[in-house]
């Protein structure tokens, strides 16, 4: 408590509500009523709303994830760019639309509700992707072909102007905004149509993950084979055209369920709502709290506009100053019972809210040097297969692009095997109701980033440098790759699952939106860390006669030992991982039972 002044005061406070006339305290009964009803829509509705949500967002990834694949090829071949810009185009153009991410999450979730923010957000990637398909239709967006002599040797290659890079640009700006409003929004709106009240609900929440990111796979190994391959070998305005023409039949189908969706409300500045009780808590901090702190009448417990609440976060014990800023002392009321100042005094769920951010956040922080593996694949592990025999029979060779279809492989199988076939069998034993905790399984797949960087790389360059042939290529099948990718896929299916189960369940729901888009934050930091590490290495080794570790010629350089340390940084990463996830103490949502008759928490 407060001491003894305030704490007579919140009783005669808490007496003076319970009084109160009975044309200004409406009854429960139809507040309760209504969310009763929203429960048994969840409980109904939810796997039927999945797919009209899905649906719509595998487009889209069709789309963004065809462009991340082979784009490069694109601008280098029909644009002219050199290999340092078009990769320097990409790059930007990846990390813009990980950091929309944040700008999509903040306008669904204070202001538009994530179903608008997605219909907007298709209507922008439909034209960017218009766009973009344009610069393939017709000749005049693209310079033209480049001119060949009789051996087919270059001879002249005509520069893009600005106005046809311009338009290119321009149509990359919009699908960065789509994706920037889609990708942050569609799992946390499928996992809103859910009551994650029961354990019913938790367990269609975990299941719906898995099968979320199932569907993400089938979309990138579609992408990495057929996509590719019609863009490559038939025409690169077939290969554009088929995922926008898609994207144009998906997004009526996306509208077309809107009636059967469960909607989040907005509930107004989130970041407002953290910076009240930062100030708030601040303002008391001379007040103390003792062992007897949810003593009826210490914490103001009142819903803000009146929005049903189907879940809330029970009372922890961490950051127990923060919790001040729900102290209600004198004046901190009006004579309604409502709050004086927003700035003083902050119901008990906002604080909650706040301590929900803050404890997560070093668990996110730790994701970047896990995922920082990933960024090798489309570069690094390319290199590897490069000088590695790609030849698949007589007469096929595997292009060292495509490497990529083992992890994919991988988590096709693993991701139903898991689900059906591991996980009940862990619940079982654990008597856990997803198999393991969402934290272990992030920590499996941060032992698997170690593994990922410790196989294969010194027996390829071994033998490459014993019996390799004039370009360099060991006499190794790039199958031996298989295990390395195979950890791979193993970092995405536990790691980065788990990452997106934390954050969809630990968040409150008005505030699921902003919590996905960390894990793009996530993504963003791992690629722009692997940079500066590939950069700080490029630039200290291959001094004094030594070569340089990352040599443009591999089986010179030694890229072993550059694999070797990533798996360091993450065995240091996984001790840090451990040293958090140890002391966390996951929330639980109770049963919201509100009403503006009990606005103080008892």
């Known amino acids: 408590m407060a001491g003894g002044k305030s704490s007579s005061f919140l009783s005669s406070c808490f007496s003076k509500r319970k009084s109160m006339p009975s044309h200004k305290s409406p009854s429960s009964e139809p507040l309760l009523q209504q969310k009763d009803a929203i429960r048994v829509q969840r409980r109904k509705n939810g796997w039927k709303a999945v797919p009209y949500i899905l649906g719509n967002e595998s487009i889209i990834k069709m789309a963004t994830y065809g462009l991340q694949t082979n784009f490069m090829v694109y601008l280098v071949r029909e644009y002219h760019m050199d290999q340092v810009s078009a990769a320097n185009i990409l790059n930007i153009w990846t990390g813009l639309y990980c950091l929309l991410t944040v700008v999509g999450a903040s306008v669904a979730d204070i202001y538009l509700g994530k179903f608008l923010t997605i219909a907007l957000a298709s209507l922008a990637s439909l034209l960017g992707m218009v766009t973009i398909t344009m610069t393939a239709f017709v000749p005049q967006l693209r310079p033209p072909p480049c001119i060949l002599d009789g051996q087919k040797h270059l001879v002249q290659c005509v520069s893009n102007t600005k106005t046809q890079l311009g338009f290119l640009l321009a149509g990359l700006s919009l699908l960065a905004i789509g994706t920037g409003g889609i990708a942050p929004c569609s799992t946390p709106f499928s996992v809103d149509q859910f009551d994650s009240t029961t354990v019913e609900g938790r367990k269609s929440v975990h299941s719906f993950l898995n099968w979320y990111y199932a569907s993400s796979t089938v979309i990138m190994l579609i992408n990495q084979t057929l996509v590719v391959y019609i863009q490559d070998s038939v025409s690169w305005a077939l290969g554009f055209g088929i995922p926008t023409l898609l994207m144009l039949s998906v997004i009526p189908l996306f509208l077309a369920g809107s009636k059967i969706y469960h909607h989040v409300k907005p509930e107004g500045t989130t970041f407002i709502s953290f910076a009240q009780v930062l100030v708030a808590a601040y303002k008391k901090r001379h007040l103390k709290l003792h062992n007897d702190e949810r003593v009826c009448g210490v914490f103001l417990d009142v819903s803000s506009d009146g929005n049903v609440v189907l879940s809330k976060h029970s009372l922890t014990t961490k950051f127990s100053s923060l919790k001040k800023a729900a102290l209600v002392v004198d004046d901190d009321l009006k004579d309604d019972g409502s709050c004086a100042n927003p700035w003083r005094l902050c119901s008990i769920q906002q604080v909650e809210e706040v301590i ?74 654990t008597k856990h109701e997803n198999g393991i905790t969402t934290l272990q399984r992030i920590g499996l797949g941060y032992l698997f980033s170690i593994l990922f960087a410790v196989v294969v790389e010194r027996q390829r360059r071994a ?65 722009y860390l692997s940079t500066l590490m590939v950069s700080i290495v490029y630039s200290v080794t291959g001094k004094h006669g030594e ?10 350089g030694r890229l072993d030992y550059f694999f070797i340390l990533i798996a360091a940084l993450g065995v240091l990463n996984f001790a840090y991982f451990w040293s958090c996830a140890r002391g966390y103490t996951y929330t639980s949502s109770v049963k919201a039972v509100e009403s503006k008759e009990t606005d103080i928490l008892v």
């Open 547 to 556: 070569p340089n570790w990352l040599d443009n010629d591999i089986n010179a």
């Open 463 to 527: 033998s490459a440098l014993s019996q390799a042939s004039e370009d360099g290529v060991a006499p190794m099948s790039v199958f031996w790759l298989f295990p390395q990718l195979m950890f791979l896929g193993m970092v995405e299916l536990f790691g980065f699952v788990g990452h997106i189960e934390l954050y969809n369940k630990e968040f409150p729901e008005k505030m699921r939106s902003i919590g996905n888009s960390l894990i793009y934050l996530c993504i963003s930091g791992a690629t």
């Open 356 to 429: 929900c951010f803050m404890k997560i956040l070093p668990i996110w922080a730790s994701g970047g040097i896990c995922f920082m593996t990933s960024a090798q694949e489309g570069t690094f592990v390319v290199s590897q297969a490069l000088k590695m025999d790609r030849h698949i029979g007589p007469n096929f060779e595997m292009p060292a692009g495509s490497i990529k279809v083992m992890s994919l492989i991988t988590l096709c199988v693993g991701i139903p095997l898991y689900n059906r076939v591991l996980q009940p069998a862990l619940r079982k034993i």
